[in-house]
């Protein structure tokens, strides 16, 4: 088993934070406040003024530490931060808005797994990142929102294409993706794509 991050302590208990919507951070205050061992890991962006609830001085009194992931970060167990994502897509209207926006991935024997929150900076880009980040080696899944839900046909169907490209063996998407993407994803990905859902389960 990978060592445990020197950034945590092994009776501390990480949490990422993909990005400061108050749907993501919204139940963090309560979090940390059941359990005083909490270390959060968050971009630095998200600790801006226009959220009391994301102050660091407020985080930092409810929990045990706050880290600024900034670039890539591990966060203990081979588990991995993306940091902000680089935005190099011609199709993904991903914007500057959510600069904050980072994904948590890791290495199982099928392959990587990626989990996002929204995608605010594009599903694909993300795909790009983490394939740079881990040299080239099989991307195995994405999972979480997509934030498709406004997105074009011809955003939804490059999007596809880019699952296909990279050979994705599950692809899982919820929240933010809307029913649109997801269907077209249903009919071009069969199996390989599941429905997120609260609940769901999947081992590696």
């Known amino acids: 088993m990978p060592k445990r991050s020197a950034l945590i302590s092994p009776w501390s208990r990480p949490v990422a934070l993909s990005h400061s919507h108050y749907d993501h951070a ?17 971009h630095p962006d998200c600790l801006a003024s226009r959220s009391n609830l994301l102050s660091k001085d407020h985080l930092l009194g409810i929990c045990k530490a706050v880290h600024q992931t900034a670039g890539p970060t591990d966060i203990g167990d081979g588990i991995r931060l993306t940091g902000a994502i680089p935005r190099v897509t011609d199709f993904e209207d ?50 979480g929102g997509m934030h498709l839900i406004d997105a074009t046909k011809k955003r939804i169907g490059k999007t596809i294409e880019a699952f296909i490209q990279y050979d994705l063996k599950l692809i899982s998407a919820g929240h933010c993706t809307g029913e649109s993407a997801c269907e077209a994803m249903a009919g071009e990905l069969g199996d390989r794509f599941i429905p997120l859902s609260a609940g769901l389960v999947f081992e590696f």
């Open 26 to 42: 919204g139940g963090l205050e309560a979090l940390c406040r059941i359990n005083n061992h909490l270390e959060l890991f968050l």
């Open 94 to 143: 991903a914007g500057r808005s959510v600069v904050e926006d980072q994904a948590l991935f890791f290495e199982t024997l099928e392959g990587v797994v990626i989990l996002v929150g929204c995608a605010h900076a594009g599903v694909v880009n993300t795909l790009h990142y983490v394939g740079q980040l881990n040299a080239g080696k099989p991307i195995h899944a994405v999972i």
